[in-house]
T-cell receptor, first 114, second 110 residues
Framework: NAGVMQNPRHLVRRRGQEARLRCSPM?????VYWYRQLPEEGLKFMVY????????ESGMPKERFSAEFPKEGPSILRIQQVVRGDSAAYFC????????????FGPGTRLTVT | QKEVEQNSGPLSVPEGAIASLNCTYS??????FFWYRQYSGKSPELIMF????GDKEDGRFTAQLNKASQYVSLLIRDSQPSDSATYLC??????????FGKGTKLSVKP
């Protein structure tokens, strides 16, 4: 019973490049969440998606960030024109029901912007 | 601004003792509460969730919820060095998404 999968685990990008982070939820889970964690900081909610729909993107920066969860394939968090301040750990979580229920986290993608 | 507050610690307890971790939340509409354990450099791991007032026990862990006081706690009995980690408290916000505290760092000394 595979857990939440994320790739890549580590990603290095130069300033101005694009970063694409992928997340496959646990089997049977249709609710996906993205969080960002800065060093020594708490987890910050970014976006909540169900298949083909963005349900809540209140935590997403207004520019450069986008997310999708297509009918087929993993959820993708895209960061365009990365800056040094985007360096962080990005975690994906999934749940079998909505966000009031337990969420299970993937191993994370550690993004470093040089 | 909906918030979840935790004492950042570090909380240091001797091996075999009870570790008590506390959390308060500001959103009275929150209905679900979670405790996650996060080892350094790793992802959060769900260890307990609680929806109703009172206590919920699972092995060495007990979660306690008091909605009137907007207070959640986690007790770890017979603490082990392997329990040394950061413990994150989260509340299911009335608008849906989880709101996390910054975590309490627990250190269990052999």
């Amino acid at each position: 019973n595979a857990g939440v999968m994320q790739n890549p685990r580590h990603l290095v990008r130069r300033r101005g490049q694009e970063a694409r982070l992928r997340c496959s939820p646990m089997k049977g889970h249709s609710h996906v969440y993205w969080y960002r964690q800065l060093p020594e900081e708490g987890l910050k909610f970014m976006v909540y998606l169900q298949k083909e729909n963005i349900i809540d993107e209140s935590g997403m920066p207004k520019e450069r960030f986008s997310a999708e969860f297509p009918k087929e394939g993993p959820s993708i968090l895209r960061i365009q024109q990365v800056v040094r301040g985007d360096s962080a750990a990005y975690f994906c979580a999934s749940s079998p029901q909505g966000p009031q229920y337990e969420q299970y986290f993937g191993p994370g993608t550690r993004l470093t912007v040089t | 601004q909906k918030e979840v507050e935790q004492n950042s610690g570090p909380l240091s307890v001797p091996e075999g003792a009870i570790a008590s971790l506390n959390c308060t939340y500001s959103d009275r509409g929150s209905q679900s509460f979670f405790w996650y354990r996060q080892y350094s450099g790793k992802s959060p791991e769900l260890i307990m969730f609680i929806y109703s007032n009172g206590d919920k026990e699972d092995g060495r862990f007990t979660a306690q919820l008091n909605k009137a006081s907007q207070y959640v706690s986690l007790l770890i009995r017979d603490s082990q060095p392997s329990d040394s980690a950061t413990y994150l408290c989260a509340a299911g916000g009335s608008q849906g998404n989880l709101i996390f505290g910054k975590g309490t760092k627990l250190s269990v000394k052999p």
